[in-house]
């Protein structure tokens, strides 16, 4: 009894052991491109992004740790890109780093699934989602992100011209 009553325990803790790990998704799940499925400010109501309230936004992340961030609207039926940033990131055992910044705490960026990830910044939670753009898009959109990027004379340039 005292034999089938150890084993049966040795048993339910082992499957509880099971039940309490989380699936540990891949690091290179992370690359491609992504959408901003929700985002919710602290002590707001929740943003379903996407048709319904015309506003998203997109990340992409390249397998040789390029970055690009831009937010993208509907306005007047016409969709309106606003490259928001340009550069690196990496990702490697759930550590996160973008642009060269400190890396985030885990649970301020971690992957979900394999199409799935979560993230906050500053008082915000996001809920993010892999798409499968067609390659020509995704390249314009990156391409516009690191065009932000403008080169140091030509800053001079527009100081010096346009705003003495």
Known sequence: MKKVMFVMAVTLMSALQVMAQTTKVADKELIGAWIMESMQFD???KTICGKAS???QFKYYGADGEYACAEIALSNGKVVLMPHEYGT???????YSEMGRPAV?????QLIDNTHF???WMNRNDIWKKVALP????RYIVDACKSKNMPADIQQDIKQYMFQ
């Not at 705490?105 to 960026?109: L, V």
């Not at 390659?135 to 995704?138: A, D, E, R």
């Open 43 to 45: 002590g707001e109501k």
């Open 118 to 120: 979560k993230g906050r």
């Open 105 to 109: 705490k885990p649970e301020e960026m």
């Open 89 to 95: 990131y990496t990702f490697k055992n759930g550590v």
């Open 54 to 56: 015309g506003y998203s």
């Open 135 to 138: 390659q020509k898009t995704i």
